[in-house]
């Protein structure tokens, strides 16, 4: 008898959604900012036209100024000091400038390096696209069993205006962060699923990936390890077990350091430290902002760090309100739920949340409390990497924010989920919950589209009018994939179609639950 075919499920189809609209957003930046508004753009594409010729740059070569080549590059250029004229972002490995070669090649093929800056914009966007849904499947892995997380997480990510904003630029975190977020989803995977051959080979080859974008993919590596590590010893308790496990992390933990490590020996030989920051911090006198204890305890850090992703570089700081009333809303919304846990109520926000299904047993809160315990390693890794460079001089952008995403946003929306029950009443726990989410999503869509228009009085129209067309079309693709994405949320986060897809996936063999479980509700 053959398989019915099996369809994406609804959180899938609303996380794929939301992705979409994210690149309509960061597109309509790349073509209605000018050539190299924003900072480190100039390096970034820079780096890909040198290596385009065949050299490897260092941070003290010239960013290429010819004015009948790279017009975009000369007058960007003109009246900047030296160390500013040189490519100093060539301490990144070099995947994103790889992966930008066709590009450069186009542009030259053309005869108009705009051509390769708006495609370096639009690679940059898809990356900051597929962080959008990778956001909302990790939140899926850190709260497997209330199944409209992701999509209200991803939707929380989208209302971030310096996400879409940066997407729209030449930077390489975009893919980074896909390559990241990757490699700790498929370790979750594995944790929860158990490890096979080939989830194996798929996360160390985004491991790699991770490590050949940014050095903080490394971090990702070493959690990886960690999750091989949980996913076996938890299953079997026992010596050899653990033996083999340590064996399998050190594996994936060799594998970026024989394909990429060559490059972070390179950058200890050239500067003195893998990622060169001393040497760059020396290159354009930075000022120290105290060590990195006083930076780790140091509010300030993680209010900047958390504002930005609403109000960063020319966005109006009036943003910074949107910031405080999310950050408000969710740690009232945290505090409520411990207490609900603690003392429940018969009704209101207060009240005892049943979650459908059967309960978990003690192996999966095991196998649930691992995964929290590695994605808090990694955010803590993450945090002490930044606040050592905050401390050396180094500035803070929403960029450095991202990979904090999956953790805020999985809390934002437990929160949501809390409050909520305020004002939406029923006896359903997942009706009301669904009802919460589409209101939520639909906010941060309104809320994202705001902040969109906002933005872009504040930066200059094309600078070309060959562009004005196309700037047009795609304020109007915008806005119309807002209009369809906000419509099918409210369709497919109805009870009716939400439910009866679970039910469908709850009646599936489990060899085929096992072969697509990525792609289910839970």
Not at 50 to 61: R, W
Not at 160 to 173: E, R
Not at 202 to 231: E, I
Not at 255 to 270: D, E, Q
Request: net charge positive; aromatic share 8%.
């Amino acid at each position: 008898m053959p398989t019915p075919p099996r369809s994406l499920s609804q959180v899938t189809v609303c996380l794929l959604l939301l992705g979409v609209l994210g690149f309509a957003m960061s597109a309509q930046y790349a073509i209605g900012m000018p050539p190299l508004l924003k900072a480190d753009e100039k390096q970034h594409a820079a780096y890909a036209i040198v290596l385009s010729q065949g050299v490897l740059p260092t941070i003290d070569t010239n960013t290429p100024a010819d004015p009948v080549r790279y017009p975009q590059f000369a007058e960007a250029l003109f009246g900047l000091d030296e160390p500013r004229r040189d490519i100093w972002v060539a301490n990144h490995p070099p995947l994103f400038y790889v992966m930008s070669l066709p590009l450069v090649w186009l542009g030259d093929a053309v005869g108009n390096v705009g051509v390769t800056l708006l495609g370096m914009r639009l690679l940059n966007a898809l990356g900051y696209a597929l962080s959008i849904i990778l956001v909302g499947l990790l939140a899926r892995e850190l709260v497997p069993r209330r199944r409209v997380v992701p999509v209200l997480a991803a939707a929380m990510v989208l209302g971030c205006g310096a996400v879409t904003y940066d997407g729209g630029a030449i930077y390489n975190d975009g893919w980074g962060m896909v390559a990241a977020s990757m490699t700790l989803l498929l370790g979750f995977r594995m944790i929860r699923e158990g490890v096979t051959r080939d989830r194996l080979v798929w996360a160390t080859v985004a491991g790699v990936a991770a490590a050949s974008f940014r050095s903080t993919g490394l971090v990702a590596v070493l959690v990886l390890g960690g999750c091989v590590l949980a996913a076996l010893w938890l299953r079997d308790p026992t010596m050899r077990t653990f033996r083999r496990g340590v064996l399998l992390a050190v594996r994936i933990g060799l594998a970026p350091v024989v394909v990429i490590g060559w490059f972070y020996v390179r950058n200890i030989m050239l500067y003195g430290d893998a990622t060169a920051s001393a040497a760059l911090f020396e290159k354009f006198s930075r000022q120290t902002h105290g060590d990195t204890l006083f930076q780790l305890v140091n509010p300030e850090l993680y209010l900047h760090l958390y504002g930005s992703l609403w109000a960063d570089d020319v966005i109006p700081k009036i943003w910074i309100v949107a910031a405080a009333a999310t950050l408000a809303v969710t740690v009232t919304g945290m505090v409520l739920d411990v207490n609900a846990k603690a003392r429940p109520r018969p009704d209101g926000v207060m009240r005892r949340v049943v979650i459908p299904g059967p309960e978990p047993t003690l192996l999966e809160r095991r196998l649930e409390l691992a995964v929290r315990a590695l994605m808090g390693i990694y955010c803590v890794i993450i945090i002490v990497n930044l606040a050592s460079f905050h401390a050396g001089g180094g500035w803070i952008h929403a960029r450095y924010a991202v990979p904090f995403l999956p953790v805020i946003a999985a809390l934002t929306s437990l929160a949501l989920l809390r409050v909520g029950r305020r004002w939406v009443r029923g006896d359903d726990e997942e009706r009301v919950d669904l009802r919460i989410t589409l209101y939520a999503a639909v906010a941060f869509v309104v809320s994202a589209m705001v902040a969109h228009l906002h933005i872009q009085q504040r930066i200059d129209g094309p600078a070309d009018a060959s562009w004005l067309f196309a700037l047009i079309a795609a304020d109007l693709v915008m806005f119309l994939a807002a209009a369809y994405v906000t419509a099918q949320l409210r369709r497919r986060l109805r009870p009716e179609v939400f439910g009866l897809t679970a039910r469908a996936e709850a009646n599936s063999s489990p060899a085929g639950h096992l072969a697509t479980s990525h792609l289910s509700p839970r």
